[in-house]
């Protein structure tokens, strides 16, 4: 399987604006690449994330399911970043596996 990063960014996107062109507009790409990333993903994944019809796009339920996940691994990824910067300066002694550090969905630039 190869799914990357930005597969989780693309598709959190479309899933949010329920529009390829909108979200290729806020990803700052053109709508066929996106549509094709789109049609990668689901390929790799082995499901439809989108069920479209001419008018407009719908999350399908294993599409409900994948956004709730993706957003989750973007924010774990987010949270290591920090936690790696904090152990550079020495302000992380030991690490808990229950240790959340809190941060807003709109933090994460992963790439």
């Not at 597969?7 to 790409?29: K, M, Q």
Request: with cysteine; charged share 25%; net charge positive.
């Amino acid at each position: 399987m190869n799914i990357e990063l930005r597969h989780l960014h693309y598709f959190i996107a479309v899933a949010e604006e329920l529009n390829f062109g909108r979200a290729a507009e806020r990803l700052h790409i053109a709508q066929p690449p996106l549509t094709r990333q789109i049609r990668h993903l689901e390929e790799e994944l082995g499901v439809k994330l989108f069920h479209r019809t001419t008018r407009r796009i719908q999350l399908t339920e294993p599409g409900r399911v994948y956004l709730a996940e993706a957003r989750r691994v973007l924010v774990q990824i987010q949270e290591g970043i920090v936690l790696a910067r904090l152990a550079s300066r020495g302000e992380v002694v030991g690490l808990r596996s229950d240790l959340r550090v809190p941060l807003p969905m709109t933090s994460c630039r992963c790439r």
